[in-house]
């Protein structure tokens, strides 16, 4: 069955970085993308980005460009989100999700805290 | 970037009720159209994709329809554990975008 199981809650000071990670199984990796979708504290869905895990390709949403990297290792089925220059309103739970023409399987989510 | 407009934000309906979210894309996207379902703590699951293909395993009281640029989602018959957020999410180009969503709550 598909999973995406993410990395574990962190908690960052301003300024600071955050990588998570989401490993994949039960298909086959590079066949899809990946999105990568963010929700602040009693908010909606937000999406910040889409990375293909075929060739690397990447789309990211306007107001995070500069900020945000996404990569993925084939050899290992992970995709990585990596988010720079922290700021509070960057505290929120950050997902995963499988996305080929469309989102379908979601990993488990990763509480971001971003506190002094 | 293409906007899409969910309404209503929020509202209640009893067990048993016949409920309808709609979605409005700024501009036309085929059938590029998914929905959601999120309670409180849990992880989005998705209700339909292609505006009107029920994912597998939920119930049939779950449907949706439209193309271009009206999008409805319908609850034929309230259960209890329907009470949630609902959202849309456009994926006929990038930046992929979601509706604001929609909050039912019990009456």
């Known amino acids: 069955q598909v999973q995406l199981v993410q990395s574990g809650a962190e908690v960052k000071k301003p300024g600071a970085s955050v990588k998570v990670s989401c490993k994949a199984s039960g298909y086959t990796f590079t066949s899809y993308g990946i999105s990568w979708v963010r929700q602040a504290p009693g908010q909606g869905l937000e999406w910040m980005g889409w990375?293909?895990?075929?060739?690397?390709?990447?789309n990211y949403a306007q107001k995070l460009q500069g900020r945000v990297t996404m990569t993925t290792d084939t050899s290992t089925s992970t995709a990585y989100m990596e988010l720079r220059s922290l700021r509070s309103d960057d505290t929120a739970v950050y997902y995963c999700?499988?996305?080929?023409?469309?989102?379908?399987?979601w990993g488990q989510g990763t509480l971001v805290t971003v506190s002094s | 970037d293409i906007q899409m407009t969910q309404s209503p934000s929020a509202m209640s309906a009893s067990v048993g009720d016949r409920v309808t979210i709609t979605c409005r894309a700024s501009?036309?996207?085929?059938?590029?159209l998914a929905w959601f379902q999120q309670k409180p703590g849990k992880v989005p699951k998705r209700l339909i994709y292609?505006?009107?293909s029920l994912q597998s395993g939920v119930p049939s009281r779950f449907s949706g329809s439209g193309s271009g640029t009206e999008f409805t989602l319908t609850i034929s018959s309230l259960q209890p554990e329907d009470f949630a957020t609902y959202y849309c999410l456009q994926h006929n180009s990038y930046p992929r975008t979601f509706g604001q969503g929609t909050k039912l709550e019990i009456k």
């Open positions: 999700a499988r996305d080929q023409e469309g989102i379908d399987y």
């Open positions: 501009q036309g996207i085929s059938n590029y």
């Open positions: 292609a505006a009107s």
């Open positions: 990375i293909s895990a075929y060739n690397g390709n990447t």
